[in-house]
């Protein structure tokens, strides 16, 4: 579904990824982790077409993504929630959803996507008139997914989505993600702490200083002293 090769990108004269290399199965919830400032958003950025590397090669289905507009890959099948949520504040959260169904054509009737996003996140039906501005952080998570999801993507990108979150919301958008899993969806998660990667993650690879330095099941990873050393704990 996704192979990332050899990534390599600057920003300004920091060399932020290093030979990234990592892939993304059809059906597979992959989880990119790492300490704040690693290089996970720096990824998903420039899968996205928002930053473009100064070498390697990114594919998805089979077609290359480097050097096309960020519309261009949204419309190719692939939805975005950033690190931010970055939703429409003067938007309700309706609108903020059915503005995605515009964005890629899809066999799939705008109304179905929409209620699709409704059923995985019910919570925000009732917010559906409200304006985004008048959202709680988790809930603007909420929204930034059901949005991406409303886009009826092949694959989806979630930055961060637990970051800055209580401890009491996480579980529920843990469930919801595990909700979008059963309707085929690849997934590629990026996540700082180990302990919020969900059991149902086929695999994962760790990121420090913009390289890849463990690729292997989250069982693996949790019995890796150096693995658990960078991110989420001690073994």
């Known amino acids: 579904m996704l192979a990332i090769k050899q990534l390599n990108v600057y920003i300004q004269a920091s060399h ?11 059906r597979e919830v992959v989880c990119l982790v790492g300490r704040n400032g690693a290089g996970k958003t720096t990824t998903l950025r420039t899968i996205m077409g928002y930053l473009r590397p100064d070498h390697g090669t990114i594919e998805f289905q089979g077609r290359a993504l480097v050097g096309l507009p ?3 890959i949204a419309a190719m099948g692939i939805g975005f929630s950033p ?22 054509p899809s066999p799939r009737p705008a109304t ?49 989505p637990f970051e800055g979150l209580s401890p009491a ?12 899993t059963q309707f085929g969806h690849s997934i590629l998660l990026a996540e ?6 969900p ?13 890849i330095i463990f690729a292997g099941t989250l069982d693996d990873a949790h019995r890796d002293p150096g693995v ?7 073994a």
């Open 169 to 180: 919301i996480i579980p529920a958008i843990t469930e919801s993600i595990a909700a979008i």
């Open 112 to 160: 179905e996507r929409v209620e699709r996003a409704y059923a995985v996140f019910p919570q925000l039906r009732a917010y559906a008139a409200r304006g985004g501005t008048q959202l709680s952080g988790g809930e603007r998570k909420m929204l930034s997914i059901a949005r991406a999801l409303a886009l009826d993507p092949e694959m989806l990108l979630l930055d961060e």
């Open 228 to 234: 658990l050393r960078v991110i989420g704990g001690t």
């Open 70 to 72: 960020t519309h261009a």
């Open 199 to 211: 059991d149902y993650a086929s695999r994962l690879y760790v990121i420090e200083r913009g390289e």
């Open 83 to 104: 690190e931010d949520s970055a939703i429409f504040g003067d938007l309700t959260v309706g609108d903020n959803i059915e503005i995605s169904t515009w964005t890629r």
């Open 16 to 26: 932020i990824l290093r030979d990234v290399t990592l892939e993304v199965g059809e």
């Open 192 to 197: 700082s702490n180990i302990h919020h990667v």
